[in-house]
Each structure stands twice: as C-alpha cells, then as structure tokens.
C-alpha cells in the first residue's frame, strides 16, 4: 500500500513539473484581430504562449517589440525573454499573400499557473494585445458554448449563459469580465432592452471590471454610451 501511495504521489509531482496547457483559450480584447492565441503552456522554467498571426492586405508585415509584456492579474508585469518564428523589430516578417498565417510563440519567467492573464506590447501602432486570457477549462468551455448559439443565431441562449456565467464569476474580477457585460448590453440593446443594457452597464461600471477604459470605449465605437 505505501510503494502505491508513493508512486501516486511521484507521478502527481512529475506532472505538475511538467506543467499545464490550456488550448484555444478565449480573451476579452485583442489587436490585431487576425492574431490567435493557440496554446499557453504554464510550464515550471517558463510560461510560453503560442500565437497565430494573419495577412488581410498585401504587402503586410509584423515583428515583435521586445518591450512585451504578460501582465499578471495583480498588475505586475513580466517582460518578454524568447520570441521564435518572428522577429523582434526593427526586422520584420513580410507576408507573401493575404491569408498566410505565421506561427510564432512569446516566452515569458515562469508564473505557474495564473487564473488570467494579458499580454501587451508596447510600440507604436498596430501593437498585439490580448486582454483577459481565460485560462480555467470549464469557463472556457461555458464560453465556447455561448459563441456557439451567437453564431447560431440564438441569441437569447446565449444571454442566458453570459449572465449565469457573470454571475459565477463577477466577485472574483477576472479579465474577460468585461466582454461578458459588453456580450449582454449588445444583445439587450439589437433587441431594443435598453434599460436591461443600461443595468448591465451601470453594473460593470461599479464591479471592478479590469480595463474598465477598454471596454467603455470599445462599446463607444459600437455607438453605446449611456
């Protein structure tokens, strides 16, 4: 019983050395809109997050400033250490057509296993940004499904797993809280609640939203201004 326990105790050790991936994890907001985060590995020697960036223009180019950041939820942030499949700027990655895709991958100090975090690069126009990278799988499953009846055309469905989901998580001031009251003010006001908005808006004002700004002004640039 005890060469039992101490193997499960061993293997439990080996995999938290090995660390955790989270695949396709959704976000609040993110620039350039053809970028994707692929993977984010929580690894104990780095966090490394796997990106994919697309041409939509000829003649496009993209690099990486090394003054990137991963912002922790407390604030601190950690400076970018390793950068593959693009290069840091001035040189650059010149697409060959619209539609090509670069893989490439940011490496950061280890951070163990963060419940959101946000990656911004400072520079001087069209920098990449992720704001509230949702690393809990249930959340993004959740999340995955409401997009899903969005597209679907389900609108009200996927209102009501916005606001259970708010709901779960408005207490604990996770990034991609204010997505989530954007998702229920837009759907509220295409069909013409717009007191509900006006609550959901005053809401997110008040409940510590992380980059409150952001979000206030995206929902300006959609004409939504109470």
Known sequence: MKQIVLTVIVAALMNSAAGQSVESPNYGLKSPLTAEIVRVDFNADATVVWLTIMSD???AWFCIERNTFLVRPDGVRLKLTGLKGLPYCPATYKFRRPGEKASFSLTFPPTGVLPWFSIVEECMGGCLSFRGVVTDAGLNEKLNEAFALSDADNPMAAYRIYEEIINEIDSLNLG????????????DRSMGRNESARRWYNRMMTADTPDLKLYLDNLKRQGVEF
Not at 176 to 187: A, D, Q, R
Request: glycine share 6%.
């Open 57 to 59: 223009i000829n003649n």
């Open 176 to 187: 991609i809280e204010g997505s989530i009251y954007t998702s229920l003010i837009m759907i």
